[in-house]
């Protein structure tokens, strides 16, 4: 089952920090959250291919496959509007690896920075990070 992430997530709730922001904590709970791109529309966006159910304590590795014909990234902006994670570009066809701590609840971006990917195509997902 599929899952769009799209600017206001209703049904998914998840909030990500960036690992190591308050030394190494131990996680709660420690796995994948596999999501591609698409760019197919004139809206770009994230999808995400496992349920998406991420809470304070989680750590989790995102392994974003880009299946769109652009060049995409991935970073992870924190309530505070300050970035926590960045991911390096990659070409259609590639992967990356993010992997992210969970430490506050609160509302978390996830953006791509590549052009206007972000400004003119609003390929962002806004996600929320509840209590364990």
Same mark, same amino acid.
């Given at each position: ?5 799209? %600017?206001? %997530? ?9 690992? +190591? $922001? ?7 709970? $420690? ?27 989680? !750590?989790?590795?995102? !392994? ?9 990234? %991935? ?9 926590? @994670? ?6 259609? +066809? ?18 791509? %920075? ?7 195509? $609003?390929?962002? @997902?806004?996600?929320?990070?509840? @209590?364990?």
């Amino acid at each position: 089952m599929m899952h769009r992430l799209v %600017l206001l %997530l209703a049904l998914a709730s998840a909030g990500i920090a960036g690992c +190591g $922001s308050n030394g190494d904590p131990t996680p709660v709970r $420690s796995y994948t959250l596999h999501i591609r791109t698409d760019d197919a529309s004139d809206k770009y966006a994230y999808i995400a291919e496992d349920p998406v159910d991420l809470r304070v304590g989680d !750590e989790v590795t995102f !392994e974003m496959s880009n299946t769109g014909t652009l060049i995409h990234d %991935l970073q992870i902006v924190g309530p505070d509007g300050i970035a926590v @994670a960045t991911a390096p570009p990659v070409a259609s +066809g590639g992967a990356l690896s993010l992997t992210v701590y969970f430490d506050e609840a609160g509302y978390y971006q996830l953006n791509c %920075l590549v052009d206007d990917h972000l400004t003119k195509h $609003s390929m962002q @997902a806004l996600v929320e990070v509840v @209590a364990s």
